[in-house]
C-alpha cells in the first residue's frame, strides 16, 4: 500500500509564501495513471482541491487558487510539494496529499483517492 506523510511549517505568516512536501513510500509517483493531490480543510469547511500532479509531470489547478499556487515533484527524493504564494488567514487549513488512479481534477470525494497522507495543520497568521 502507498503511504504518503505530509511535512512543512505549521506557521506562515500573512504575505509569505506556504510550502509542503509529501513524501511518497510504497510506490513511485512516475507509475503510470497514478496521481497526486493537494487538498485542503478549512476549519469547520468542507473538502477543497487545489490541484494535481500526474505521473507524466503534467500539472492542473483549481482555478480559484491557480494565481497562488504551484505542484512540482522531486523524482529523486518520491516527493511531490504545493506552493501557495500571498497566503492570508483564510488559507488556514489542514492540508492533506492523496493519490488516485488517474486524474481526480476537482474531485474531493474521498472515494476519488486511494491513499490519503495523515494531513498537516497550517495556521496563516502573524
Known amino acids: 500500500q502507498v503511504q504518503l506523510q505530509e511535512s512543512g511549517p505549521g506557521l506562515v505568516k500573512p504575505s509569505q509564501t506556504l510550502s509542503l512536501t509529501c513524501t511518497v513510500s510504497?510506490?513511485?509517483?512516475?507509475?503510470?495513471?497514478?496521481?497526486w493531490s493537494w487538498i485542503r480543510q478549512p476549519p469547520g469547511k468542507g473538502l477543497e482541491w487545489m490541484g494535481v500532479?500526474?505521473?507524466?509531470?503534467?500539472?492542473y489547478y483549481n482555478p480559484s487558487l491557480k494565481s497562488r499556487t504551484s505542484i512540482s515533484r522531486d523524482t529523486s527524493k518520491n516527493q511531490f510539494s504545493l506552493q501557495l504564494s500571498s497566503v492570508t488567514p483564510e488559507d488556514t487549513a489542514v492540508y492533506y496529499c492523496?493519490?488516485?488512479?488517474?486524474?481526480?481534477?476537482?474531485?474531493?470525494?474521498?472515494?476519488?483517492?486511494?491513499?490519503w497522507g495523515q494531513g498537516t495543520q497550517v495556521t496563516v497568521s502573524s
Open positions: 492523496a493519490r488516485s488512479d488517474g486524474l481526480r481534477v476537482g474531485r474531493t470525494d474521498r472515494h476519488d483517492y486511494g491513499d
Open positions: 510504497g510506490g513511485s509517483i512516475t507509475t503510470s495513471y497514478y496521481s
Open positions: 500532479i500526474a505521473y507524466d509531470g503534467s500539472t
